[in-house]
């Protein structure tokens, strides 16, 4: 592969939209932290992929995140959406 095929490998692998290091690192949604900032002023409570777990209860769940049964993967309705968000 020369020069010319890696730059060009480069462009398909980033996305066109940037984010800045500073609001990834300090979201408290790992969503955020994986793929960037949703729509502005959107919550996970309005996204399709948020389930509830009714046991004594209600354990929420990101349906793109998966679900160990515990608490490393329960998900908070107010952390802001990230860009993977579905209106729902």
């Not at 002023?41 to 009714?54: Q, T």
């Amino acid at each position: 592969m020369n020069s010319d095929d890696s730059s060009l490998r480069q462009q398909e692998l980033f996305s066109e939209e940037e984010f800045s290091a500073s609001e990834l690192i300090s979201s408290p949604n790992p969503m955020v932290r994986e793929n960037g900032s949703g729509p502005e002023g959107a919550s996970c409570r309005g996204c399709a992929h948020l389930y509830g777990k009714r046991y004594n209860r209600i354990y929420y769940k990101c349906g793109l995140r998966g679900d160990t049964n515990g608490p490393g993967t329960d998900h908070r309705v107010r952390w802001p959406a990230c860009a993977r968000y579905k209106e729902g």
